[in-house]
């Protein structure tokens, strides 16, 4: 793990709040020189700690109305049965994002999708899959996001 200091922790916040910051902005907020800026900002990628930019898209203006935390129970814990489940989650255009959790369930899916109908589709094609036991549907009405992780030395 990179040894951060308060430079890279600056570096890191900015970034993640804003991934199209220009080099110049972002090293002004760092108070550094660009051309520091920007080596640091090439070390995080090389060693792995930026491992990519992405943009952040509107649900309202992609026609979703519906945002859901689907949890899934499984049948059986077997390997083979949960990597492939993962990787067929992660194909549907629905989900967003898919966690491997400990307690009753075993994954929770994010979905997104254009309203009930739609949701309502989406779990009975989940509940026809013989490995899956269990699923309970919870609605997201708004979503925060906490701009940043925390960083540890």
């Known amino acids: 793990m990179p040894n951060f200091d308060e430079i ?3 570096l890191l916040r900015e970034l993640r709040n804003n991934a199209r910051i220009p080099n110049k902005v972002l090293a002004d907020r760092a108070g550094i020189a660009p051309s520091t800026c920007l080596a640091r900002v ?6 792995g ?6 943009a952040e898209l509107s649900a309202t203006a992609l026609g979703v109305g519906i945002q859901a935390m689907i949890a899934v129970q499984l049948e ?7 990597e492939s489940l993962q990787a067929h989650l992660l194909k549907e255009e629905e989900v967003l994002s898919v966690y ?3 307690g009753k369930d ?8 254009r309203d009930t109908d739609d949701l309502h589709d989406y779990v009975l094609r989940l509940v026809d899959r013989p490995e899956i036991s269990r ?10 996001r906490h701009p940043s992780l925390p960083v540890y030395r």
């Open 106 to 113: 075993d994954f929770l899916v994010h979905v997104a999708v």
């Open 49 to 54: 700690v930026i491992i990519g930019y992405h």
């Open 76 to 82: 059986k814990h077997v390997r083979g049965l949960v």
């Open 135 to 144: 699923v309970e549907t919870h609605l997201i009405y708004e979503q925060a």
């Open 8 to 10: 890279d922790i600056i």
């Open 42 to 47: 090439q070390r995080l990628e090389r060693a």
């Open 100 to 102: 491997q959790v400990t």
